[in-house]
């Protein structure tokens, strides 16, 4: 424990999305300490009607990612001292979702929206058929493990800056969803699919800020998949059919 | 007021891109209306052929050059994005993107004065 008199200031916002303001704690500094911790301590010691959201604590539920000074991350597994500047912190809720209360976003538009991009499996067998035999180096499948990771934390919807300009957009972790599926040799809704994330709101609407790519907690790279998104779709327009 | 990440390099380049473009955008009709002169009124044309001779003239050109050249390139970039395996020198390609459309505006400005 080096740390242990040593304080951290942490601005955290409290209030709404319009009616807010960031209130100052000190909170003290302990090694390996994560932005979760910060957070659980405020709550635990100086703030109790602070609202936050988390479940796992081990980077596996995508429910705790805030934005931290300034950029948004996945506080269960962000390393306090990695992300300090001059002994400071600034937690604030994800951008580009509704703020429900202090440091919780209204995630509802981020799950419509992937169902919208048609994020759902449209099987081609029951569970009485012989499961399918797909090859790990097939082409395609690679291509969807590459992007299947996905933990839904909307770390790449808050860095987006195409969702802060066109909220239709379905954004990076739709159509990253979408993507996969699109690889999926089991699935049967591939054109409906390409008809949805080629439309409004869809891949094209992408201006490749890359954003996504640089804070995905979980180094996937949505910018790839919509850019093969974006390539299926021209292949489409011109080509015609799968 | 929440503050938020800004500044990142490829949303700097894709701003480039699309300031380029307007930016041509409004020229091209004016350019396409000079260049109809040569047709309908030549003596317009060359009064106007003589103005471009002035330093100040030249220098936007060469602005113009560069515009161009930094819409091509990094038009040329985002296709390489969208339809070319992906490649993880990006920030490479918007850096080389922006350095040769200044090498073009360069050389253009150097052989024209």
Same mark, same amino acid.
């Not at chain 1, 979760?36 to 429910?63: H, K, N």
């Not at chain 1, 439309?199 to 907690?217: A, E, I």
């Not at chain 2, 350019?31 to 009124?41: E, K, M, N, P």
């Given at each position: 424990?080096?740390?242990?008199?040593?304080?951290?200031?942490?601005?955290?916002?409290?209030?709404?999305?319009?009616?807010?303001? !960031?209130?100052?704690?000190?909170?003290?500094?302990?090694?390996?300490?994560?932005?979760?911790?910060?957070?659980?301590?405020?709550?635990?010691?100086?703030?109790?009607?602070?609202?936050?959201?988390?479940?796992?604590?081990?980077?596996?539920?995508?429910?705790?990612?805030?934005?931290?000074?300034?950029?948004?991350?996945?506080?269960?597994?962000?390393?306090?001292?990695?992300?300090?500047?001059?002994?400071?912190?600034?937690?604030?809720?994800?951008?580009?979702?509704?703020?429900?209360? %202090?440091?919780?976003? %209204?995630?509802?538009? !981020? !799950?419509?929206?992937?169902?919208?991009?048609?994020?759902?499996?449209?099987?081609?067998?029951?569970?009485?058929?012989?499961?399918?035999?797909?090859?790990?180096?097939?082409?395609?499948?690679?291509?969807?493990?590459?992007?299947?990771?996905?933990?839904?934390?909307?770390?790449?919807?808050?860095?987006?800056?195409?969702?802060?300009?066109?909220?239709?957009?379905?954004?990076?972790?739709?159509?990253?969803?979408?993507?996969?599926?699109?690889?999926?040799?089991?699935?049967?809704?591939?054109?409906?699919?390409?008809?949805?994330?080629?439309?409004?709101?869809?891949?094209?609407?992408?201006?490749?800020?890359?954003?996504?790519?640089?804070?995905?907690?979980?180094?996937?790279?949505?910018?790839?998949?919509?850019?093969?998104?974006?390539?299926?779709?021209?292949?489409?327009?011109?080509?015609?059919?799968? | 007021?929440?503050?938020?990440?800004?500044?990142?390099?490829?949303?700097?380049?894709?701003?480039?891109?699309?300031?380029?473009?307007?930016?041509?955008?409004?020229?091209?009709?004016?350019?396409?209306?000079?260049?109809?002169?040569?047709?309908?009124?030549?003596?317009?044309?060359?009064?106007?052929?003589?103005? +471009?001779?002035?330093?100040?003239?030249?220098?936007?050109?060469?602005?113009?050059?560069?515009?161009?050249?930094?819409?091509?390139?990094?038009?040329?970039?985002?296709?390489?994005?969208?339809?070319?395996?992906?490649?993880?020198?990006?920030? +490479?390609?918007?850096?080389?993107?922006? /350095?040769?459309?200044?090498?073009?505006?360069?050389?253009?400005?150097?052989? /024209?004065?």
């Amino acid at each position: 424990m080096e740390n242990i008199n040593r304080k951290l200031k942490v601005r955290v916002w409290r209030g709404t999305q319009g009616d807010g303001t !960031f209130s100052t704690y000190e909170v003290p500094a302990q090694e390996s300490q994560t932005i979760l911790d910060v957070v659980t301590w405020i709550q635990q010691y100086a703030e109790p009607t602070l609202a936050y959201r988390f479940a796992c604590r081990v980077g596996m539920c995508g429910s705790c990612a805030m934005n931290v000074n300034g950029i948004p991350r996945w506080t269960c597994r962000t390393h306090v001292q990695k992300v300090l500047e001059d002994g400071e912190l600034e937690i604030a809720p994800l951008r580009n979702l509704p703020v429900v209360k %202090d440091l919780v976003t %209204d995630m509802s538009e !981020f !799950f419509d929206k992937w169902v919208g991009a048609e994020g759902r499996f449209h099987p081609s067998a029951t569970r009485d058929d012989e499961i399918a035999a797909i090859s790990p180096a097939d082409p395609k499948r690679a291509n969807a493990n590459a992007a299947i990771e996905c933990i839904n934390c909307a770390v790449c919807y808050s860095a987006c800056d195409t969702i802060a300009q066109n909220p239709a957009y379905f954004g990076p972790a739709a159509l990253n969803r979408a993507w996969t599926l699109q690889n999926d040799e089991r699935d049967t809704a591939f054109k409906s699919r390409l008809e949805t994330i080629s439309g409004r709101g869809g891949c094209t609407n992408c201006h490749s800020h890359q954003s996504c790519m640089t804070y995905c907690p979980n180094e996937l790279n949505p910018t790839e998949s919509i850019a093969g998104l974006k390539r299926m779709t021209t292949r489409s327009f011109l080509f015609g059919g799968r | 007021m929440m503050r938020y990440r800004k500044g990142d390099d490829l949303r700097i380049a894709s701003l480039i891109h699309r300031f380029s473009g307007v930016v041509l955008a409004v020229f091209l009709p004016v350019h396409f209306y000079v260049l109809g002169l040569a047709l309908s009124d030549a003596a317009q044309l060359d009064g106007f052929l003589k103005w +471009t001779d002035l330093a100040i003239v030249k220098i936007a050109e060469a602005g113009l050059v560069l515009l161009l050249a930094l819409h091509m390139f990094g038009g040329l970039r985002l296709l390489a994005i969208e339809f070319l395996p992906w490649s993880p020198r990006q920030k +490479t390609f918007a850096a080389a993107a922006i /350095a040769i459309s200044f090498f073009v505006s360069a050389s253009f400005f150097l052989s /024209a004065v």
